[in-house]
């Protein structure tokens, strides 16, 4: 076997593994925008990216209901717009603004937090650049 055939055997290996590392966020309506409101569950502060748990009650009564909210960047973008893992915690009463998912299950892409107890408002918002 030559060496090109063997690189293209490895190309044709590793690029499945490649492509399935990160996904798409074509999953969520980039069009719509839901507002939910309950208590966070957890945070997971991990890559590739931060998920934020919150337990909502549903507007028709019942018990609450899981939303995941994923974060559109990394924990790493997330430190530099001035979060940290320790923003939102178990049982903090939130509002969140999100980008739903489009087959309609729950959860979506966070765009907003807001503490309600404090009323302080943690956003995403583009990664701030390094000063010359």
Known sequence: MNRRTLLAMMAAVAAPSVAVAHHSFAMYDQTKVVTLTGAVKSFQWTNPHAVLWVLVAPKDGGPAE???????????????????????????????????????????????????????????????????
Do not use: C, Y
């Open 66 to 132: 899981l939303w995941p909210a994923e974060f559109p960047t990394s924990p790493g973008n997330l430190t530099r717009m001035g979060w940290s893992k320790s923003s939102v915690n178990p049982g903090d009463k939130v509002t969140i603004e999100i980008n739903p998912l489009r087959d309609g299950r729950h959860g979506g892409s966070l765009k907003k937090v807001t503490l309600l107890d404090s009323g302080k408002v943690l956003t995403i918002g583009p990664i701030p650049q390094a000063k010359p």
